[in-house]
């Protein structure tokens, strides 16, 4: 799981960067505000990678898709891109839950097939 989100979170990091850029174009926005908003989601893309896999990180994660969504009020665009990394942070949570099941599986099956000790080979 902790792959497939990340990937999706580096993602969203420069999704939200390029957004910055464009938000920076509107007359009614500072650049200070643009950048702060956008460095402190950008931050929280580069930490939730690091704590994916921790029971608050996936809430965070949503939290953040939310956000994503929401950001089209200021760069309409980001309506649409906010659906297609929602989508994905799902299929990343989704499959990457799992993608983890089936490597537990592996490594038992794995453990039970190989001799318990040196000297039975």
Do not use: N
């Not at 999704?15 to 174009?25: C, D, H, P, S």
């Not at 608050?56 to 994503?68: E, K, M, N, S, T």
Request: charged residues 10%; aromatic residues 10%; positive net charge.
């Amino acid at each position: 799981m902790r792959t497939l989100c990340s990937s999706t979170l580096i993602g969203e990091f420069f999704v939200i960067g390029f957004a910055a850029l464009v938000a920076m174009k509107d007359p009614g926005l500072s650049m200070a505000s643009v950048w702060t908003v956008s460095g402190i989601a950008m931050a929280l893309c580069v930490l939730l990678c690091g704590v994916v896999t921790r029971p608050a990180g996936v809430a965070l994660g949503w939290a953040l898709q939310i956000a994503l969504v929401a950001s089209g009020v200021v760069v309409p665009t980001m309506y649409f891109l906010g659906v297609v990394f929602a989508g994905l942070w799902w299929a990343s949570v989704h499959f990457g839950r799992k993608i983890d099941v089936a490597k537990a599986r592996f490594a038992e099956r794995s453990a039970q097939a190989s001799p318990s000790s040196p000297d039975a080979a």
